[in-house]
């Protein structure tokens, strides 16, 4: 019989090669591990303008506890939130709100008590047990087809005047886009709205100092965001922040 010896050469190189397979799954696990997705709570101070610290955390507006939770919701289609379109239900923040206050979302919206027109509020108490905040504010992004992220501008004032108006010293704002099932640019959605809810501050800072105004100041803006968009949210508002200039008033 005749063995098969393999010859030294032979060994050396496949044992070569295992060592390149090992150091390669290596650096993949590690690839992996640094580019594991953050948990839900995780938050981070990006920057501070006007004395207001700018957050971004991973959560949902239902689970956020703050004095007034914003939402952005778009004029009612047919299973608009639930669609497979939209994200899945376990990151569809907008459905963890719905299905918290008994599909009240959906019902406002589908029977026209608020259609969701761009820049439309209200403003609602929800009942105790069913979301965090004491108090939750939609916005209107009107038709989803004729949607622009510089809409986010003009959303992020209204939430601010709002959140003055109420007297709160901090808020946090989900756009949800994402829930709703529009592909839109995360970082410059996230930096339109802190750039309107900045400039309707300064507009604030302003009238106070013509004794027009006797608001209390906010102190703190939280963008929430589902966890794939933490860092893209986070690095943009970051960017954005480093080269705003307030309005000299």
Known sequence: ?????????????????ITLIAVALLNLNTASAQTK???????????????????????????????????CVFEYTEGDITSTQ?????????????????????????SGKFAGHALETLLLTPP????AAQKLLLIGLGNR??????????????GMREALRLGV????????????????PTGIVASNVIKGALEAYETELYL????????????????LTGPPFFAPSGDAVKAFIQTYRPAVN
Not at 128 to 131: A, D, L, M, P, Q
């Open 128 to 131: 105790k047990g069913t979301i």
């Open 145 to 158: 087809n004729n949607f622009t992220p510089d809409l986010m501008i003009n959303v992020g004032r209204v």
């Open 1 to 17: 019989m005749t063995k098969n010896i393999t010859p030294k050469s032979h060994r050396s190189t496949l044992k070569s090669a």
């Open 37 to 71: 997705l953050p948990a839900v709570g995780t938050s981070a101070v990006v920057g501070t303008v006007d004395h207001i610290d700018i957050t971004t955390t991973v959560q949902s507006p239902s689970n956020q506890d703050t004095p007034l939770q914003i939402i």
């Open 169 to 184: 010293s901090s808020y946090s704002h989900a756009s949800d886009l994402k829930d709703a099932g529009i592909d839109s």
């Open 86 to 110: 939209a994200l899945p239900a376990a990151a569809n923040g907008l459905l963890h709100v719905d299905k918290a206050l008994n599909g009240l979302l959906t019902d406002l919206r589908k």
């Open 208 to 223: 106070k100092s013509k004794n027009l105004s006797n608001t209390k100041p906010i102190t703190k803006i939280t963008l």
